[in-house]
Each structure stands twice: as C-alpha cells, then as structure tokens.
C-alpha cells in the first residue's frame, strides 16, 4: 500500500499486523490515532504525525541530522513527514550517523518529501528543537532577535526554519532555557524589548527607523537620549526565575505526557 494522509480514526488496514506509532487497534482493523500519513513498511503499519512536524517549503534553510548512510549518500532526518537525501557526490566530507548538516530545500513533492541542495557539515555543537513555526521570533526582525541571544550567550548560533538551532560554544544551557521561553511566548508583543532586559543589553540598530514594527520599539525617550532604560513590557517581564520555572514546568507536563503514550501503546498491543 502506498503512503496517504490519514484523519484521526481512518483505518489504516484490516490486515493482521505489528502496530507502529499513533495507531491503534478496534474489531480487529488498524485505525490511526492522529493527522498523519499512514506507512505499511512490510508486516508493520505505523503513521507518523503531522503536528509539530516541519512543513517543507522550497529556499528554506534547515538543519539536518545523519539518521543512514548507504553507498549512494545519506539520509538526513529533517524534522519533517519524510526523510530527505543527499547524495555522496554532494558532500565534500564523510558523513556519519548523527552527524549535524545544515543545507537548502530545493524541491518538495506532492508528499511534501524534501530534495536537499548545497549541504555543509555542522562540526561539534548540539541542535535545540523549538516549534517550526515560530522560528521567525527566534531570528527577530532584520536578525533582531537573533543578534541579542548570540552577544546574550556568547554562542555560535545557526537558526533552521525546520524547529532547530544549532549551537556551539557560549552559555548553551542558558540558551536552551531562553529558546524554550521564545517558544512559548512567540505570540506576546515587545518579546525582543524582555530579551533586551534578561541579557541587559540593547537589539544593534536597524538600518530602517521601522526597524522592528512587530516587536515593539525604544519611544523616543530611550537610554539613547535620556539616559533611561526602556520599561518592559509587563506581560512579559522575564527573569532567570521565571524562566526556569516555565521550562521546569514544562519538563513535567513533558513526562506525564510520555508516560500516558506509553500506557495507551501497550494497552493497544
């Protein structure tokens, strides 16, 4: 059988078979438990999950993991619905398993399967996973955002609009806990202005006067020209505190989570 979108409680086949992730079994069918698309590999059928997952687009800069390696290439894990290739000829280093590439979308099908071009190899760092779509705060307008968490933690950072950072040197601990913050509160205004009052440091000025429209900007009274800083926003006023706590809370919710796709798996097997 071939791969298919599948809706929450589609049958996925009526053929006795091992269950893989996100289904389930009912009258003797295999249904899928979420929005996904369906994968009968041999005597297995499993679905892999749409939420949360990378949305291909062509240009796209991502960064990708070594999950095989074959004669003709490797393939890479994008953090999307399929895995994406590149062929040996393409890279000029070896590749191993695990290892961390960066590289552009060239072309998505249909399936929104992924072509990879001009991959380069990532060495030493570690990825940090966020939401895919609300990589764009992480970056800031004009790199805003982006320029305060490199001078805030003194990392190396590359942003893939696949949900992952990659980050090398610096403070990554005190990154990973300001990323996971970003996530959370992407939809709250002058997020760039409580970064700037976490690190105690200024966004570099924009070539525009409009520099920053979406995320709030100094008022004319700044410490520019009055020698005061400019107040955060009360939302989201945000100290190391509060940040480890959301992230501490999060961790938990994380493993109770964990623990009740474990029991519903193994009462479905």
């Known amino acids: 059988m071939s791969k298919k979108i599948v809706v929450p409680g589609e049958m996925i086949s009526s053929e006795r078979k091992k269950l893989g992730g996100n289904v389930y079994v009912a009258n003797g069918k295999i249904?899928?438990?979420?929005?996904?698309?369906?994968?009968?590999?041999?005597?297995?059928?499993?679905?892999?999950?749409?939420?949360?997952?990378?949305?291909?687009?062509?240009?796209?800069?991502?960064i990708g993991v070594v999950n095989r390696v074959v004669f003709a290439g490797f393939g890479i894990n994008i953090n999307s619905f399929a895995e994406s290739f590149i062929p040996r000829s393409a890279m000029r280093e070896d590749l191993k398993e695990g290892?961390?590439?960066?590289?552009?979308?060239?072309?998505?099908?249909?399936?929104?399967?992924?072509?990879?071009?001009f991959p380069r190899k990532l060495f030493g760092g570690e990825i940090i996973d966020m939401t895919p779509v609300r990589t764009p705060r992480l970056i800031g307008k004009n790199g805003s955002m982006l320029d305060l968490l490199k001078r805030g933690t003194g990392c190396e950072i590359v942003i893939g609009k696949n949900g992952r950072v990659?980050?090398?040197?610096?403070?990554?601990?005190?990154?990973?806990?300001?990323?996971?913050?970003?996530?959370?509160?992407?939809?709250?205004?002058?997020?760039?202005?409580?970064?700037?009052?976490?690190?105690?440091?200024?966004?570099?000025?924009?070539?525009?006067?409009?520099?920053?429209?979406?995320?709030?900007?100094f008022n004319s009274r700044d410490s520019r020209t009055s020698g005061k800083e400019t107040p955060?926003?009360?939302?989201?006023?945000?100290?190391e505190e509060i940040i480890s706590q959301e992230v501490s809370a999060d961790e938990e919710a994380d493993e109770v989570k964990g623990s009740v796709s474990k029991k519903d798996d193994e009462e479905a097997n």
């Open 31 to 62: 249904y899928s438990k979420v929005l996904g698309i369906s994968d009968e590999a041999g005597d297995t059928a499993n679905v892999v999950a749409l939420e949360g997952k990378y949305n291909a687009f062509v240009g796209d800069a991502v």
């Open 232 to 239: 955060l926003a009360p939302q989201i006023e945000m100290t």
């Open 166 to 217: 990659w980050a090398r040197g610096g403070n990554t601990e005190l990154l990973k806990k300001v990323v996971k913050f970003i996530d959370k509160n992407s939809y709250k205004s002058n997020l760039t202005n409580a970064i700037e009052g976490f690190f105690g440091i200024k966004a570099l000025a924009m070539d525009s006067a409009a520099a920053r429209p979406d995320e709030g900007r």
């Open 99 to 117: 290892d961390i590439i960066m590289a552009k979308i060239e072309y998505v099908n249909e399936m929104r399967e992924a072509d990879l071009e």
